[in-house]
C-alpha cells in the first residue's frame, strides 16, 4: 500500500488497516497537540478507529508547536 503522509510517499509492506494504525506508526503515543486530515477533510481522534486508509489517501499530520 502507498500512502502521502505529509508530501512524502511511503510504501507498507504491512499496512495500516485504519488512521489509528497509522498513527500508531508515524507518531506513537501521542494523541495530544495532533490534527490529522485524510484527503483534505480533517478526522477527529475519536474517529481514527473507524477511518479505514486506502491505497493513495494521502494524510497530513500537524502537530502544534510551542513558541512565538
Not at 499496512?15 to 477533510?41: D, F, Q, Y
Not at 480533517?42 to 513558541?67: E, R, Y
Amino acid at each position: 500500500m502507498e500512502l502521502l503522509i505529509n508530501h512524502t510517499r511511503k510504501i507498507f509492506a504491512l499496512p495500516p488497516e485504519n488512521l489509528e494504525e497509522l498513527m500508531n506508526l508515524e507518531a506513537p503515543g501521542k494523541k495530544k497537540g495532533i490534527a490529522v486530515a485524510l484527503n483534505n477533510r480533517i478526522v477527529p481522534i475519536s474517529s481514527w478507529p473507524d477511518t479505514l486508509l486506502q491505497n493513495n489517501d494521502s494524510i497530513l499530520i500537524i502537530t502544534a508547536t510551542q513558541g512565538g
